[in-house]
């Protein structure tokens, strides 16, 4: 069972909550490398610089029989059956490839369950059993470090990779990400952020450097630093994702002082260059943005962005600010149909709608 390897970047979300995440990119079908010895087929080495001796796969004809079971319920994504099957198995295994090959896919199993700490037992079974070609070890291995982080085990998932990093003596420099992220986790931040930062220094294009920084900086509280960041990559043009804007202005958002403008300016610009979708997303931002505005009596401004914030929202919230603002400056007929509106879509306060209503 074969995750390929993914970052363990720390990515930004709306909010800007960060964590270290390895999630399985893609999963083989787990019968293919019990029967690899019966077909005569050898995978392409994922590891060549690997030293380690590879042992020869044995399995009897009965276990045999026992895992392809085993392998067709994870391929009809039966986990609960697959982890039962296993668990049934694993005092029958009679070598270490039956053993290994079980655990194998008994941790793939718990780790789409998202069941982590089980997840990296069976990984490190396999470990253990050292029964499996060093394709299956060593993935076995890395899926072992996406477990441990997943569960929050930062150090020993750091750990686990230092050992498969010395074994594979592998130069994909994903695993190079994945060191410095988990790096960030384990009170090492600093060494973390220089690395980025010399990273980024080389290449402006490399984005995964930039995520990662920008997610040191978070974890690190600093934000004068993750604006300043994210401030001069957008001069440069280099946020050009949806995800890397929205960081953009969830953090203009977040610090106090005139940001809001600069804020309202990208969300204007993004979306007009469809680079950021006319969703409910975006609307929460500009609602954000004409609250601010309201808040420094800028009502023509604000009015403005609760409008962008209702043509693109679901919800009648933002129309109903508009009603609210529309009859504080005496528009009585616009406030009513601004609440009309945000009736169409509901709100939740209906109540509220009513004083606009008569």
């Known amino acids: 069972m074969r995750y390929a390897a993914s970052l363990l970047s720390l990515s930004i979300a709306a909010v800007l909550a960060c964590s270290a995440v ?31 001796k590879e042992p020869k796969p044995k399995v009897s004809d009965e276990n045999g029989k026992a895992l392809t079971e085993i392998s067709k319920a994870y391929s009809a994504q039966d986990f609960a059956k697959v982890r039962s099957l296993t668990d049934d198995f694993l005092p029958k295994a009679g070598t270490p490839y039956e053993k290994a090959l079980a655990y194998e896919i008994a941790g793939s199993a718990a780790f789409a369950q998202k069941d982590y700490p089980s997840a990296a037992t069976d990984f490190q079974e396999v470990i253990t059993a050292n029964g499996l070609d060093n394709n299956g070890h060593y993935d ?62 080389k290449d402006p294009n490399d984005h995964t450097a930039f995520q990662n920084l920008l997610a040191t900086y978070q974890q690190e509280n600093k ?23 929205r960081a953009y202005y969830v953090t203009l958002l977040q610090n106090p002082g005139p940001n809001w403008k600069e804020a309202q300016e990208v969300l204007d610009s993004s979306v007009a260059k ?35 914030a209702a043509g693109m929202s679901a919800s009648g919230e933002a129309d109903l600010n508009r009603a609210r603002i529309l ?26 709608l009513q004083k606009f209503l008569k």
């Open 274 to 308: 469809g680079t950021l979708p006319k969703n409910d997303q975006t609307a929460t931002a500009y609602s954000v943005v004409a609250q601010t505005a309201f808040g420094q009596d800028q009502w023509n401004i604000a009015l403005s962005n609760y409008a962008k």
């Open 140 to 201: 076995s291995m890395s899926n072992l470090v996406a477990s441990l982080s997943n569960a929050g085990k930062y150090p020993e998932a750091l750990k686990v990779l230092d050992q498969f990093l010395a074994e594979t003596r592998t130069t994909d420099p994903q695993y190079a990400n994945m060191r410095l992220s988990l790096l960030s986790h384990t009170g090492k931040a600093g060494d973390a952020e220089a690395a980025f930062k010399e990273r980024l220094a």
């Open 223 to 245: 934000s004068a630093e993750m604006l300043a960041l994210l401030r001069g990559r957008y001069k440069q043009g280099l946020l050009t994702t949806g995800d890397d804007l």
């Open 22 to 52: 390895a999630l399985p990119a893609s999963a083989q079908d787990s019968s293919s490398r019990s029967s690899q010895d019966k077909k005569d087929v050898k995978e392409a080495p994922r590891y060549p610089n690997a030293t380690r």
């Open 327 to 352: 009859s504080g400056q005496g528009k009585k007929a616009e406030a009513k149909a601004a609440a009309l509106e945000a009736q169409k879509k509901g709100v939740k306060d209906p109540a509220a």
